[in-house]
Structure formats: C-alpha cells, structure tokens
C-alpha cells in the first residue's frame, strides 16, 4: 500500500514545451510577476486598445501566466544576447508570453522584447535598460565624489558664498 505520487512534473525542454499544467503551481509566476512590474509589463489590459500610454503606437499585446499583460515590439525578433536581461520575452506555442529574466541566454537564442524598451515616448532615463549598470554607475559616482572630498578636503577653501 503506498500513495502514488504524481507530483513528478516533467521538465519542459525548449520554450514550446513550456506550458502550465491544469492546476499545477508555477514556479515561475512570483518571479513574471515581480520581473511584469519592473519591465512595465503592465499592460494596457483589455479592453482597452493595446496602444502604448506613452507614444500612442499599437504594440503586440499578450497575457502572461499571471493573468497580466505584456505589449511586445510587434515583428521584433532579436538575438537574446543582444537584449538586456529581464527584457527578454519569449512567447510560448499557447500565445502566452514569459519573461525570461536575467539568466543568460542559450547561445543562438532569440527573443523579444517589450515595447517599453522602443517607446520613443520614454527616455533611456525612464527606461533604465541596463538596471545593473545603472546601479554600478550610481555606486561609482559615490565613490568618485568620496574621492574627490578626500582629495580636495583639507586644502580647499571654504565657499565664501
Ligand atoms: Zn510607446
């Protein structure tokens, strides 16, 4: 007497063969989420039109396995490691569209990306495409200023206003 144990899920092998299990939990749904919301992958739901907020161009627009919606570039297909992670999107076989974060991407892989990231609407600010480098930059330009105060510190007059 044992309990069969169907909780063995098969491994997906290529983005097409990913797709949800009837009433299986997805592993991936916290991170598309949090991954949805950093990548303004935020719509617009239906059933407003899938026009970009910002620049007003219709994009491709696409639910992802947490019910959200993402507007893709449409007939942008580029090579992954030309985008920067957490903007690579691909879409699965069922139309469903999946974020696939940082991780690097396999060699030859190709993907899409978010209208978000060609919105001439938004500038490089607002978009931020390279968060880490923009994180590296912030921490530099402390430590250039850190620098500069130690360099100029002792000798420097006072600013008599
Ligand atoms: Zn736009």
């Not at 239906?46 to 219709?58: E, I, K, Y």
């Not at 007939?75 to 699965?92: I, K, M, Q, T």
């Not at 990231?117 to 500038?123: D, E, H, M, R, V």
């Amino acid at each position: 007497m044992g309990v069969y144990d169907d909780s063995i899920i098969p491994l997906a092998g290529s983005d097409e063969q990913r797709q949800p299990l009837p009433g299986a939990p997805r592993s991936w749904e916290n991170a598309d989420r949090a991954q949805a919301a950093l990548d303004g992958a935020i719509g617009p739901e239906p059933p407003s039109p899938p026009r970009c907020p910002h620049c007003g161009l219709a994009g491709e627009r696409r639910p992802t396995y947490t019910g959200q919606h993402v507007l893709l570039e449409p007939g942008l297909v580029l090579p992954a490691h030309l985008v920067p992670g957490g903007h690579r999107w691909h879409v699965d076989s069922n139309g469903v569209a999946w974020n696939g974060g940082s991780e690097e991407p396999l060699p030859g892989a190709r993907c899409r990306i978010p209208h978000h990231l060609a919105c001439p609407g938004l500038s490089l600010d607002e978009i931020r495409p390279w968060r880490w480098l923009t994180e590296v930059r912030t921490e530099n330009a402390g430590r250039a200023r850190r620098r500069a105060d130690e360099e100029s510190g002792p000798t420097a007059l006072p600013d008599a206003g």
